[in-house]
């Protein structure tokens, strides 16, 4: 059965940093695409950041380039979403997916095959 979870939400304050882990079983980590997406109150899903399976490419969204970093370790099957100089904009639901074919535009929501439940991320003022 093919699961992804996440971890290392929390609270923080405007400036500081978090990691998000996002840990897959039933397949191995390197076998699909793996992104980072977001979902804010009254706002559509985004994608952030995505790392390929076989050439381990990283993609992110403007919005979040130099400040956040996507990583993955194949040993442990997990993917990790660095993010630093956290602000209260970037305060969301935070969700790992992944894509088999890997076809379509990364950051398209309708390009995953499977999601984990999510992680709320909260950033005060």
């Known amino acids: 059965e093919v699961q992804l979870v996440e971890s290392g939400g929390g609270l923080v304050q405007a400036g500081e940093s978090l990691r998000l882990s996002c840990k897959t079983s039933?397949?191995?980590?390197?076998?699909?695409?793996i992104a980072w997406f977001r979902q804010a109150p009254g706002k559509e899903r985004e994608g952030l950041s995505c790392i390929r399976s076989t050439t381990g490419r990283a993609f992110y969204v403007e919005s979040v380039k130099g400040r956040f970093t996507i990583s993955r370790d194949t040993a442990k099957n997990t993917v990790t979403l660095q993010m630093n100089n956290l602000q209260p904009e970037d305060t969301a639901v935070y969700y790992c997916?992944?894509?088999?074919?890997?076809?379509?535009?990364?950051?398209?929501?309708?390009?995953?095959?499977?999601w984990g439940q999510g992680i709320q991320v909260t950033v005060s003022s």
């Open positions: 997916a992944a894509d088999v074919t890997q076809r379509a535009g990364w950051a398209r929501v309708d390009s995953y095959d499977y």
């Open positions: 039933g397949f191995a980590v390197d076998d699909y695409a």
